[in-house]
């Protein structure tokens, strides 16, 4: 019995030092090394600083203005000759003189609510947020382009770190944006820290079709429950204040229609061409006169499919510019071109599925338009289907996949992303951003390492960087970073622990007592466990072997198993020091070991989220006033609540 407490009470000196092991314990010790080592604090502040979020829009949703024409979108009625495309402008690579900035408010809300949604979350993490629009009448490259020159304005060289929040077009222009970035042809100076895409049309979508026929219309049907379809229902009619039902909407943007065609960004958006319609992907399924059924496919991207029977019905009177064939010609260029390339940072989707969305025209006699029901509807959120979204086959990408129930026009103020992403995966995706830009800037530096340990620095822990980016298993045992972001964070973690644990000899002496006889940590777990089952221990003895399971646990920075575990051996140990037949030697070195194990506990109990838990079994503890102080002053982000603040402020 000596022996085991006396190794538990070893390794517990040693967890108070290395069970503070996560993303934000991680940023708290290179913050209190800055004490012994100034160069470290004007870093500190800067990299802190660093993580900013960037909204990008979707089609229209750009306010759009140059200082030859005026106002071209976004002010007053609009105007709809201006709103058409210079043909010299079809080139995305000509110049232009339009400004794009966010367009928050035009006849009702448009990204204003989101956008302060947003912007108020950053706030409360201390970072900043922005947002950059672009000309979506042109070509998506131009686009990507429009936004690395937003990107400049806002930051000029300076290294930021970017989390971008992209919207239906907005993100296949991030898409593109982040391909050349990838390739260091965009911004090369900053860091990609997450990419959200919010509906976007990544395999394309057939909804600028419908529009060209049908004009501008809200999604109405949709698949929800009685009580989700009153509330989002109630929200749509919310969105369209200032404005009237689909008839009148339709109408007052039917000129839109002839404006559209002169748009290759907004073709751009339209599905790949294809020779057949096995994939069911194409919009309009024309065939050659002479392989009906067969080979052969008319893509809307050739001219000949708008001189057909069926494309004067797509029209439906509007009239395509003279050079209809070079905007036609652009955007499959684009289209062909495009595949979303694997981003080395997080990828996270939100998407709908309760919508019926137009997929397919159902074509009647002679190649005609069917007037009954001319659209096939799937599910998605209304323009955007589904299977458009890009959640297949990339899906083994995705460091979170969501469905949620909005609309597509109101998917940045959806609850279930605001709630999801904003409160509850942002701020621990900046967490772990920002340690692992400490780590990256400071990690091999030997009078940094030393004052980290000085300053009572956790040892990193790999299982909670990948959760600050992926949606992890609940043990997150097994789990492989999704990103190459991920795998570089979790390499350079536990390069950084290899390193802490080399300068540190009581890090050191943990780690080769945690791995006994070369054991692995699974077996090592199980050899302890065994004597937890053994009836011919004593109940002190078992408490103690219990107490030295959770702070090995701890030790290795391992909180998701250390808590439970010390939580059985806090119950344990109270049970043991009320025993009459210990001796009162005996009962002070559980009550010592006891307190040890509790203040380990309420570590685990804040890094899991569980702040009001965490103080008050601090407040009950007999810690040193340094320590005590130390302890309440640390970040915690509840659970519950999702207020992030200092413990001692529950």
């Known amino acids: 019995m000596k022996k085991l407490i006396a190794f538990a009470l070893l390794i517990a000196v040693v967890a108070s030092f290395a069970a503070r092991a996560s993303p934000s314990a991680v940023i708290d010790g290179f913050e209190r090394a800055a004490a012994f080592n100034p160069e470290i604090a004007t870093s500190v502040t800067a990299i802190r600083r660093r993580p900013v979020v960037v909204l990008v829009p979707g089609i229209l949703g750009s306010k759009l203005t140059s200082p030859t024409v005026g106002d071209i979108w976004g002010s007053g009625i609009p105007d709809l000759a201006k709103i058409k495309l210079p043909p010299q402008l079809v080139d995305e690579t000509a110049p232009s003189d339009v400004q794009a900035t966010l367009l928050e408010n035009y006849f009702g809300d448009q990204y204003g609510d989101a956008f302060a949604a947003i912007k108020d979350a950053a706030k409360k993490i201390g970072i900043d947020a922005v947002a950059c629009g672009y000309d979506w009448r042109r070509d998506l490259r131009s686009g990507a382009a429009d936004l690395e020159a937003c990107l400049y304005r806002t930051f000029g060289t300076t290294r930021r770190t970017l989390i971008f929040v992209s919207h239906s077009m907005g993100g296949v222009v991030t898409a593109v944006w982040n391909a050349k970035h990838d390739a260091r042809q965009y911004s090369r100076q900053h860091l990609v820290g997450g990419i959200v895409l919010l509906g976007s049309p990544l395999q394309g979508s057939c909804e600028v079709l419908r529009m060209i026929h049908e004009g501008y219309k809200q999604p109405v049907e949709n698949s929800l429950n009685a009580g989700k379809r009153a509330e989002y229902v109630y929200e749509k009619w919310d969105n369209l204040r200032g404005g009237l039902v689909n008839s009148l909407t339709g109408w007052a943007t039917d000129g839109v229609r002839d404006a559209l065609l002169t748009w290759p960004g907004a073709f751009g958006l339209t599905p790949k061409a294809t020779n057949t319609d096995e994939a069911g992907r194409a919009c309009v399924p024309l065939y050659q006169p002479e392989q009906p059924g067969g080979p052969g496919l008319i893509s809307h991207f050739q001219p000949e499919f708008w001189t057909s029977v069926t494309g004067r019905d797509v029209l439906r009177g509007a009239t395509p510019p003279a050079n209809f064939n070079s905007v036609l010609t652009k955007a499959k260029e684009f289209r062909d071109g495009f595949s979303l390339a694997r981003p080395r940072a997080p990828l996270y989707a939100y998407y709908s599925m309760y919508w019926f969305t137009p997929e397919k025209a159902h074509l009647g006699n002679e190649g005609h338009l069917r007037r009954d029901k001319t659209w096939i509807d799937l599910d998605g959120d209304g323009r955007v289907p589904l299977p458009a979204g890009g959640s297949r086959p990339e899906s083994s990408w995705l460091s979170g996949y969501t469905p949620v129930n909005s609309v597509h026009g109101g998917l940045p103020k959806d609850k279930i992303f605001q709630e999801m992403f904003l409160v509850g995966r942002l701020p621990k995706l900046v967490q ?180 009001p838990a965490a103080k008050a079994l601090l407040t009950s503890l007999e810690l040193s006033k340094t320590r005590y102080r130390a302890d309440l002053s640390a970040i915690c982000l509840d659970r519950d609540t999702a207020v992030s603040q200092p413990l001692g402020d529950f």
């Open 432 to 611: 772990g951003l920002t340690a692992y830009e400490l780590i990256l800037e400071h990690g091999k530096d030997p009078a940094a390492i030393a004052a980290y340990a000085k300053a009572g620095g956790g040892v990193p822990v790999v299982d909670e960087f990948k959760g600050a980016l992926d949606v992890v298993a609940p043990n997150g045992v097994g789990t492989t970073p999704r990103s190459p972001l991920g795998a570089d964070m979790v390499a350079l973690a536990d390069g950084f622990r290899v390193d802490l644990c080399r300068t540190t000899p009581l890090c050191t002496t943990t780690y080769r007592k945690a791995r006994l006889r070369n054991l692995s940590v699974v077996e090592r777990r199980l050899e302890f466990a065994s004597v937890l089952g053994n009836e011919g221990w004593s109940a002190s003895e078992r408490a103690s072997a219990a107490a030295q399971i959770g702070l090995a646990n701890a030790s290795l920075g391992e909180l998701r198993s250390a808590g439970p575990v010390l939580a059985t051996a806090s119950t344990e140990l109270t049970r043991s020091i009320e025993q009459s037949t210990i001796s009162d030697s005996g009962r002070q070195k559980l009550a010592d070991l006891k307190q040890v194990v509790d203040r380990n506990l309420a570590v685990a109990l804040r890094e899991s989220g569980q702040c």
